[in-house]
């Protein structure tokens, strides 16, 4: 397969990406490509291992993705230095990990919700393709509150369609969300449709987020059911665009537990029986 450096990536995205509207400014040093856009006086910073590992994998695939979210990163500040944010336009919840950035690069602090140890709840104005994350300075703009916005998006998550894909390994069923749209993680923050997922499951209900594209759904009937799901988890969460996390969750009584808590618990109990 394969395998390209740096400047032969940089060289790939400036074939691919229109000169005419962008800066191209490579550091060496750091392995970073910053893109400036010339119209929005906008710009996005890129780190390239991170990419070229996706390329030795995907090839080509990779960097179409990479020239994709680009593009529509882009096009969605143009569209919001043409247009303005508009109020109406809808707003959704997206699961991110901890430790993904808290304020934007202008120093506006993101609205967030605390969701789990390894997970925070960030806030998206969608722009069609693509959307924007709403920080503390767009609330005058969209004139809501942070409490309005929260709302807003419980109700807008409820609303995305919950089709899925079932699969089963040694015994266990697996059910995979994955319609691509940007927020299938936050289909996690639907309770109604895991409260109806709840009434199939037989065994433990396990959800898991590894990137933003998937929501996996277990349904663990057996000891190795944990260990696919654990191998599954890790998998889907080093191949993702954007990972999220590789552990897992307990879901019972609408309640969210990690699997290492509840596995450090059982072995508890099991001590005090004996």
Do not use: C, W
Not at 12 to 21: G, P, V, Y
Not at 41 to 57: H, R
Not at 84 to 101: D, H, K, L, N
Request: aromatic share 10%; glycine share 4%.
């Amino acid at each position: 397969m394969k395998q390209i450096k740096s400047e032969q990536l940089v060289s790939l995205l400036k074939q691919r990406l229109n000169e005419e509207k962008f800066n191209f400014d490579f550091d060496k040093k750091q392995d970073k490509l910053r893109l400036n856009h010339k119209k929005t006086g906008k710009g996005m910073e890129l780190s390239l291992p991170g990419i070229l590992a996706k390329y030795n994998e995907k090839q080509e695939a990779a960097v179409e993705e990479v020239v994709y979210t680009i593009e529509q990163t882009f096009q969605a500040m143009e569209q919001e230095k043409e247009q303005g944010f508009q109020a109406s336009t809808q707003i959704y919840p997206v699961i991110r990990s901890t430790s993904y950035p808290k304020a934007s690069k202008e120093g506006h602090a993101f609205i967030t919700t605390e969701h789990t140890a390894e997970t925070r709840i960030f806030y998206a104005l969608d722009l069609g393709k693509t959307y924007r994350f709403l920080d503390e300075s767009m609330l005058e703009v969209l004139q809501l509150t942070e409490e309005q916005i929260r709302e807003m998006a419980r109700f807008s998550v409820k609303t995305l369609p919950t089709v899925y894909k079932k699969d089963e390994v040694a015994g266990n069923i697996f059910y995979f969300v994955n319609a691509n749209d940007g927020y299938d993680a936050s289909r996690i923050l639907n309770e109604s449709f895991l409260k109806e997922m709840s009434t199939i499951i037989e065994g433990d209900m396990t959800l898991s987020v590894p990137h933003q594209d998937v929501l996996i759904i277990g349904d663990i009937r057996n000891e190795t059911g944990y260990d696919v799901l654990a191998q599954m988890s890790m998998h889907f969460f080093t191949v993702g665009t954007v990972p999220i996390t590789s552990l897992s969750f307990i879901y019972e009584d609408g309640e969210l537990e990690p699997i290492f808590i509840l596995a450090k618990n059982r072995v508890k109990k099991e001590q005090e029986k004996q």
